[in-house]
């Protein structure tokens, strides 16, 4: 029998979501003079768990990452009318991380969603 404070398998330490993480869309916008300025706009700011690139996953392998210092994996709770997209940026310790791979659902029926992310240029 399963005790209440027992980790259950397959799901997620939510008391692991310690980081606030921002998703964030960059956008044009036109500067008055025929060009245009690129503006981050924030779509969701949330708490995420944070967790280390580990080489040997297959999605790490066809996502095509060889810089694992600067990969990492954010995991965030499922939210209504918001799905993170590879078009999707993210803002995490003044840092900004591109998308890598389609984010993965760690459950069924979906609570926790895993996003592997690299460290922008």
Not at 51 to 77: C, H, K, M
Not at 83 to 99: E, H, R, V
């Amino acid at each position: 029998m399963i005790k209440p404070y027992e980790k259950k398998t397959g799901s997620y330490d939510p008391g692991r979501m310690v980081h606030k993480i921002h998703f964030v869309l960059e956008a044009g916008t036109d500067d008055g003079f025929g060009g245009t300025t690129v503006e981050d706009t924030v779509l969701l700011s949330t708490w995420a768990g944070k967790d280390r690139v580990n080489p040997y996953n297959p999605l790490v392998i066809q996502a095509g990452i060889t810089n694992f210092d600067e990969s990492i994996y954010f995991v965030i709770r499922n939210r209504n009318g918001f799905f993170p997209t590879k078009i999707m940026k993210i803002k995490f310790n003044d840092a900004l991380y591109t998308i890598m791979g389609e984010p993965v659902k760690l459950d069924e029926p979906c609570t926790f969603i895993s996003i592997l992310c690299a460290l922008s240029k």
